[in-house]
């Protein structure tokens, strides 16, 4: 963590001399808007206050849910921007930890391609008033650098397959860096299509990962009751260069339908052992249904936005009355990832994806069930999903999966399926649902409460993958 912290404070140092004309205005003009949120205590002035408090820049609180079984971290974040001429830079820094003893640090830097401000002009209809054209930011391409370390206490793991039992529980410790980039490139028109919102993906990481042995209350650790067959990588665990490409499309079909689709190929090449690579493939189908039409639904595209950011420049994050617009969204989900192996080589325990309850990367799927129950390298998932706003920041959350794991991609299929259900309440911010408390039932192994604060602010971008 000492090491990790430190590159965290160097390039928090570096950023702050190099723009310090620039960050002592942003700090003047932060301090005058928290002054003016938090000037005075009332009942009235909390919720504007924790906003500024956890959503200015460029310093403010992190906060959000670990990944499960680890807690609730909390920290800081300096968020730093500039524009030139054919670029937009961006940077985000930030640390927090838990009670746990979890921790997570890392540095997120953007580099957006703005060679020329794209207009689309909005041509009005006989009678209507001219309305203004709007900026294409959808057709930048971003680039992606960033490190980031995390430190987990406990995770859980059962076994392997689909057939695990309680009885197999244990659990472990993972520290694991990951070192990286990748780019979003949109492609404006394809075959002569225009609105696919079709974009390409790429990325290059290097992990390094590091297993260690954990007790908990009632669990043994997993070295108790597994070694390095029944847990391939157990033993030792090599470090990564891991590749990726991959291609997604967003469009928009009559102001109803927003389909998500994307399509990921990685290699993981292990460095030392040739027996620890492999190579996967997920393609995963969201289709939301709006409503209410989605020009009050859709929030700012995340592409353009760091992990602390829900903002660009110097532009202001959404205000707490857009929590007060009525949203409401249908979503179905498909999402189905393999493995491949080649020879004697195996896919490392920790590097396989889970379901059940919450995934490492706090994605919730068959909730019911325990956090990272079932493990294997190949998965298949159904989600079906209704959220709504209903009064202020408040709204409800219903969702229904179907899913499975196996061992080998012969076994994948629709059958022998896990169930499960979920309801509860959101907390929106900005329209944006930040935290999530839902019940979730329906499994034949009981019922299981999950509480979860997104680590991404507002619409911001998602954190490298730990899987």
């Known amino acids: 963590m000492r090491w990790s912290l430190g590159v965290v404070l160097c390039l928090a140092s570096t950023l702050a001399l190099a723009q310090e004309g620039g960050l002592q ?43 499960p079984q680890n807690g609730f971290g909390l920290g800081g974040a300096f968020v730093w921007s500039k524009n030139t001429k054919d670029w937009r830079l961006s940077a985000d820094v930030d640390a927090v930890g838990a009670t746990s003893g979890a921790w997570r640090a890392g540095a997120y830097l953007k580099l957006i391609h703005t060679p020329r401000e794209t207009i689309h002009v909005i041509v009005p209809q006989l009678g209507e008033k001219p309305k203004k054209a709007v900026p294409l930011s959808h057709l930048y391409t971003v680039f992606n650098l960033y490190a980031q370390s995390v430190s987990l206490d406990k995770l859980n793991f059962f076994g392997l397959g689909n057939d695990t039992t309680l009885a197999g529980a244990s659990v472990f410790g993972m520290s694991q860096t990951v070192v990286g980039a990748s780019v979003v490139k949109p492609i404006f028109k394809w075959r002569g299509i225009s609105k696919l919102n079709l974009a390409l993906l790429g990325e290059v990481n290097g992990r390094l990962v590091s297993i260690r042995q954990e007790h908990g209350d009632s669990v043994p650790s997993i070295g108790a009751l597994y070694t390095d067959v029944t847990a391939p990588g157990l033993i030792s665990q090599p470090g990564f260069i891991q590749l990726g490409e991959g291609i997604r499309i967003k469009p928009v079909i009559a102001n109803l339908l927003q389909l998500n689709y994307s399509g990921n190929f990685q290699q993981f090449f292990a460095v030392s052992s040739s027996s620890n690579s492999f190579r996967r493939w997920t393609v995963d189908l969201n289709h939301t249904f709006f409503l209410y039409g989605s020009t009050r639904s859709i929030p700012p595209n995340a592409d353009m936005n760091g992990p602390d950011s829900c903002a660009q420049g110097a532009d202001a994050c959404p205000p707490v009355s857009h929590s007060r617009n009525l949203n409401g969204s249908i979503g179905l989900r498909l999402m189905v990832s393999e493995s491949i192996t080649s020879g004697a080589s195996r896919v490392p325990f920790y590097l396989q994806q889970t379901l059940g309850g919450s995934d490492v990367n706090s994605a919730m799927a068959l909730a019911s069930y325990q956090d990272y129950r079932f493990r294997a390298p190949n998965l298949l998932l159904l989600q079906e999903s209704f959220e709504h706003s209903i009064w202020g920041p408040f709204g409800v959350k219903f969702i229904a999966d179907q899913g499975r794991v196996a061992l080998t991609r012969g076994d994948l299929g629709f059958s022998d399926l896990k169930h499960t259900f979920a309801g509860g309440l959101t907390l929106r911010a900005g329209a944006f649902p930040m935290v999530s408390l839902m019940f979730a039932w329906g499994g034949p192994e009981g019922h299981h409460n999950i509480l979860n604060m997104n680590t991404s602010l507002l619409g911001g971008s998602s954190r490298p993958a730990l899987d």
């Open 25 to 67: 205005a942003d700090f003047r003009s932060e301090g005058t808007r928290v002054s003016d949120a938090c000037g005075s205590f009332s009942l009235k002035t909390v919720p504007g206050c924790g906003y500024e408090l956890f959503t200015d820049h460029p310093v403010h609180i992190a906060a959000g849910s670990m990944p």
